[in-house]
């Protein structure tokens, strides 16, 4: 029988105590554990045929990368750790729970910044929509990585382990943790208490959302462990999306996935009909503003124009007032007309936009709302609705 005092005068020290063939044994039980689960009690009834395309185009990338990262793998991140690992900022800590547990959630916490930042620039997301687009979410779906990003991240936790000084031991196991929950919030499964788990940790459910087609549902629950940093973020969604994937036919065969990694997005076209129709709304949002007050018709619709063109094309075609000739005209307009701001009493439910109460000023005509519901198409090309 084990004593305390056994336990006292034991060195412990947790991380250590887990060798690394142990921690990937650990992983492919798991992985096998959550493949059978899927398999037997899958959340969604998956064709085979796809489901099976689905893992073999998956593992083929997963070799692939396993190749491609070869000389960075994980053992070159406890290389990296190994060396500089005494120098960083951690160091000053004397408690080594307290070391260990600061570092697993910087490292988490960097997860969650480099996959908002994929979200967030065309550039990053070109090797990340590689992950996207698997529209059969299961187990596999976890190993469809661009193995440029796996070289970024790889980058960001070398930098971030020499800057804090995480230990060998400690990224060992942050590696095992990180795998093993990216691997189960991919498992097409769905059990009792997951919604009260996804309190603490991203569950399939939550990561489910973030696989959705739709970008106002995929752009949210970018954890990888912990489902902290999006309720701390705003980030957090749990509407269940209808598809899964990205929008348009993308190839889901190993040689042309590579090559749709290295496809720049093609750039938003936008129907001429849908433009005017914004810059329609625009325009009214301003009457609209300032009481339908007439007079500055014209210049809020040249406003409207120039801001939504801005808007979709990039392009800034403001019109410059010119102070020596009309500057009655140009500072009536300026206080007049308000600035194109998000409304405040606009929210985001899922995918639509709900009216919440104007404190002062007209209410939102119905057709408004009509208009700004409809507007998904706008979403759909990877642009915000500027109200
Ligand atoms: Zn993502």
Known sequence: ??????????????????????????????????????????????????????????????????????????????????????????????????????SFLFLDLLMYLWHKASHRFDSLWMFHRVHHNDPYLNISTAFRVHFLELFIIFILKAISIII?????????????????????????????????????????????????????EHDSNYGAVLSLWDRLFGTLSEVQPVAIGIKGSSPQDLVNLIKFGFTPPTPPTVQPLNLDDMIAEAAYYKAEKRGFYPGNDLQDWLEAK??????????????????????ASCNASAKNTAPFAPLPWAKRTGCSLVPGTLANGPQPSKHYWTQLNSTDSIQSHGLEIPW
């Not at 590696?175 to 997951?194: D, K, L, W």
Request: with cysteine.
């Open 1 to 102: 029988m084990v004593r305390l005092t056994t336990l006292t005068e034991f060195n412990f020290r947790w991380p250590t105590l887990v060798p690394g063939e142990m921690l990937a044994l650990t992983l492919l039980i798991a992985f096998a554990v959550f493949a059978t689960l899927e398999f037997h009690a899958p959340r969604e009834k998956l064709p085979k045929k796809y489901l099976r395309q689905s893992y073999k185009t998956n593992f083929c990338l997963f070799i692939v990368n396993s190749i491609a990262m070869s000389v960075v793998s994980a053992s070159s991140l406890l290389i990296v750790a190994g060396r500089y690992s005494d120098k960083g900022l951690f160091n000053t800590l004397s408690n080594p729970t307290c070391k260990a547990v600061l």
């Open 164 to 216: 804090f000084g995480i230990e060998e031991a400690i990224v060992l196991t942050s590696e095992a943790v990180m795998t093993f929950f990216i691997m189960f919030h991919h498992t097409n499964i769905s059990f009792m208490g997951e919604k009260l788990l996804g309190h603490i940790i991203i569950v399939p459910s939550l990561h489910r959302t973030h696989h959705s087609t739709q970008r106002c």
């Open 306 to 327: 120039s801001e939504i063109i801005a808007l979709v094309y990039g392009v800034d075609s403001t019109p410059k007032c010119n102070p020596s000739a009309h500057a």
